[in-house]
């Protein structure tokens, strides 16, 4: 059984900055892609940032201010997030690709203005 569990979210001014982890465990060779959706209020759900052997891939609208990571020992995903902006406001779930896709509980991130 694989288990992602996510850290990091909270509430925070716009122009603030947040970390996000996700830490996965259980039965695990190897990942493939790591990243990040989101989903925010009334909102379809939103791809973020991925991972895949050092390539990393971002959605328009966080170039620039997010930036992802991943650490294999640790089998975990970090997605570091600077000058937020009250449209960061979402629900935010990692993944990983094992190739099978699981995913973490998601983690709330409320930017105020």
């Known amino acids: 059984q694989v288990q992602l569990v996510e850290s990091g979210g909270g509430l925070v001014q716009a122009g603030g900055s947040l970390r996000l982890s996700c830490a996965a465990s259980g039965f695990i060779f190897s990942i493939d892609v790591m990243g990040w959706y989101r989903q925010g209020p009334g909102k379809q759900r939103e791809l973020v940032a991925t991972?895949?052997?050092?390539?990393?891939d971002y959605a328009d609208s966080v170039k620039g201010r997010f930036t992802i990571s991943r650490d294999n020992a640790k089998k975990t995903v970090y997605l570091q997030m600077n000058s937020l902006k009250p449209e960061d406001t979402a629900v935010y779930y990692c993944y990983v690709d094992l190739p099978r896709r699981y995913w973490g509980q998601g983690t709330q991130v409320t930017v105020s203005s």
């Open positions: 991972i895949a052997s050092g390539d990393t």
